[in-house]
């Protein structure tokens, strides 16, 4: 297939630049993965279409304040890091903006010396690798001094950084969020406990190379970026359970499917594992452990938009696409939801 099949027209009004209020008062788009059909509701109508015995899976990372602004050290001129995956003890690769600026063995500092930053090298797509010095926790650091890295779709500024996090997060590490988690509430989450479905935590640091374009005309010729994973032994647990009393697993966003797959796809079987996953999913791919998915609206020809293709099928999901333009669903990381079961 070609990247050009994944496009589809969007209007620009339609891009959500604020979060539902409350979140889980966003729109729903039920679609039935065996038959096509459409359900219109709201996100808090989930637990309605969810069974007794089933598990959610959620990804519970947490972004990063990752936007950081500084000073060449000794020198008045401004850098822009921004902040992407940690490659050992405090050495990160991140995006500078000027890049030119940021050539090897030029020191910066952030929030007045709190923070100090090496440029080591210069890497692929222009990314460096720096080394940050610091006294104390880097993580509360970046809590004092950065910005929440959201998307250039997003115009607007948000007031609250904590909607740009899911309820559950509590692994920093992510450079977005994983946004279909972002419709749940905890009150909304103990209903669907309630009613006998239980949640299962992974761990995937989302990266920004799972939102980058996809340039190769053909769609095979596209390379993922690498992020990394873990999946606990308890979370491995409960789905085999799950599956052996005939309960449905459903993945909550792109992320959680992503691990899920790729550690069969690593380990033979769903077991216990950590690592990195490039894993690209498109239609053709044969899914292991999926029985459904909550997920956002994602852009034109977005390997995102693939993944979901792919499980609920691409006429059916371009159909679906087109439904939610005409009937003004809002798109994107603060946009309305999808559930495909």
């Not at 850098?79 to 995006?95: G, R, S």
């Not at 740009?164 to 509590?170: A, G, I, N």
């Not at 053909?218 to 005939?246: F, P, Q, R």
Request: proline content about 4%; aromatic content about 12%.
């Amino acid at each position: 297939m070609e990247t050009k099949d994944f496009y589809y027209n969007l209007p620009k009004e339609l891009i959500a630049q604020t979060p539902a209020e409350p979140r889980d008062f966003s729109r729903l788009l039920v679609m039935s993965r065996e038959t096509g059909e459409l359900e219109h509701c709201h996100f808090y109508n989930v637990v309605e279409y969810l069974q007794p015995g089933d598990c959610l899976i959620v990804n519970d990372s947490r972004v990063l304040p990752a936007r950081i602004y500084g000073n060449k050290e000794k020198t008045e001129g401004h850098i822009e890091f921004l902040i992407l995956t940690q490659k050992k003890q405090d050495i990160w690769e991140v995006l500078a903006r000027p890049g030119k600026k940021a050539r090897p063995g030029v020191w910066f500092v952030f929030g007045d010396g709190l923070l100090k930053a090496e440029v080591l090298e210069v890497i692929e797509d222009g990314k460096r690798l720096v080394k940050f010095h610091y006294n104390g926790n880097f993580y509360e650091i970046l809590e004092q001094i950065g910005q929440m890295p959201l998307p250039p779709y997003i115009t607007k500024k948000l007031e609250n950084q904590e909607r740009y996090q899911t309820v559950y997060s509590r692994e920093l590490g992510s450079a977005a969020a994983p946004t279909a988690g972002l419709h749940f509430t905890p009150e909304l989450m103990k209903k669907i406990q309630e009613k006998g479905i239980r949640f299962g935590y992974v761990t995937l640091h989302v990266g920004l190379g799972t939102f980058r374009p996809v340039h190769a005309k053909k769609i095979e010729e596209h390379v993922m970026h690498a992020e990394h994973y873990v999946l606990a032994k308890e979370t491995v647990d409960l789905i085999l359970e799950t599956k052996a009393a005939g309960g449905r697993v459903i993945a909550v966003g792109t992320t959680s499917c992503r691990t899920l797959e790729s550690v069969v796809k690593k380990e033979g079987c769903i077991k216990e594992s950590e690592g990195w996953t490039d894993i690209f999913i498109y239609p053709g791919f044969s899914f292991q452990v999926l029985d459904g998915l909550i997920t956002n609206f994602h852009l034109p020809e977005s390997t995102l938009i693939m993944l979901v293709s792919a499980f609920a099928g691409y006429e059916q999901t371009m159909r679906a696409y087109e439904t939610a333009v005409r009937q003004n669903y809002r798109f994107f990381s603060f946009g309305d939801a999808m559930l495909v079961v």
